[in-house]
């Protein structure tokens, strides 16, 4: 089997032909045609095979060049339809939906997502009645009374595609702590005991002022979970987290939340 040349000696002998000879790839190229044609010379010796034969005083490529070429351009196709492919997958609008619920009860919110809007135009915030995304009120309903807990821990159910996951709030905004949850289905936890979504909480709000979740223990976590602790505000101030995407949490994910947090204290 012969040693290949290189794409960019390829590349010359393709110039070569396409100008006739020697002198007009020298001319497009600005250099001396001694130099190239002192190049193609090594380059036939090392290959032990002729590269160009002449044709009525034009240079033309041997047999042999011409289906390397022609196996490179095919190999160059195949690349570039890739590239396309993933750039496309890229470019595509990416869809984050939020309970509409959310809207309808803190119209402050719009203004967050038209500045979001302008940042990441890729990407569309899409509210919806009833969506998937939930909050899971890590308590029985008997210690929702005035507790204000400083440090508590709240459990939220993303739908990503066909499957649930229990999301940390902050492991889903800490990507390090990612791995630990990608491949885990919905956890069962003995202790929550009320699953409710945006609107019964915010319902819940209304009811009972200063309203804190109660932190689970350590026994009570999955093993596979990591064991985090963040400071709380009340629900009211936290539930804008409700993000649901088809795709893992990711930067805009983060400064989404942040304009709606900042947005909502700004509001109240």
Request: a negative charge; charged letters at 20%; aromatic letters at 6%.
């Amino acid at each position: 089997m012969f040693p290949s040349p290189s794409l960019a000696d390829l590349q010359l002998l393709r110039l070569i032909q396409s100008e006739g000879g020697y002198r007009g790839a020298a001319r497009l190229l600005g250099i001396a045609h001694t130099t190239i044609q002192r190049r193609i010379q090594r380059l036939e010796q090392s290959l032990g095979i002729p590269l160009i034969q002449r044709s009525v005083g034009r240079m033309e490529l041997t047999p042999w060049t011409t289906r390397l070429i022609e196996q490179l351009n095919h190999q160059l196709d195949g690349v570039s339809e890739t590239i396309k492919a993933a750039q496309n997958e890229l470019t595509e609008v990416t869809n984050i939906t939020i309970d509409e619920a959310l809207l309808d009860l803190f119209p402050v919110l719009f203004a967050a997502l038209e500045t979001f809007k302008y940042s990441y135009a890729n990407w569309m915030v899409r509210p919806t009645q009833g969506a998937d995304a939930m909050i899971q009120l890590a308590a029985s309903p008997s210690r929702l009374d005035g507790s204000t807990e400083e440090f508590c821990l709240t459990w939220g159910v993303f739908a990503h595609r066909t499957l649930r996951y229990d999301h940390h709030y902050a492991t889903i905004f800490r990507p390090a702590l990612a791995p630990l949850i990608d491949n885990l289905r919905v956890a069962q936890f003995s202790s929550v005991t009320t699953v409710a979504n945006c609107h019964q909480v915010q319902q819940l709000i209304h009811h009972k002022q200063g309203l804190g979740l109660i932190p689970l223990s350590v026994g009570e976590r999955d093993q596979q979970m990591a064991e985090v602790s963040v400071e709380a505000d009340r629900v009211l101030q936290r539930i804008s987290l409700v993000l649901q995407s088809d795709y893992q949490a990711s930067n805009v994910h983060v400064d989404l939340y942040e304009l709606l947090r900042s947005q909502l204290r700004l509001g109240l």
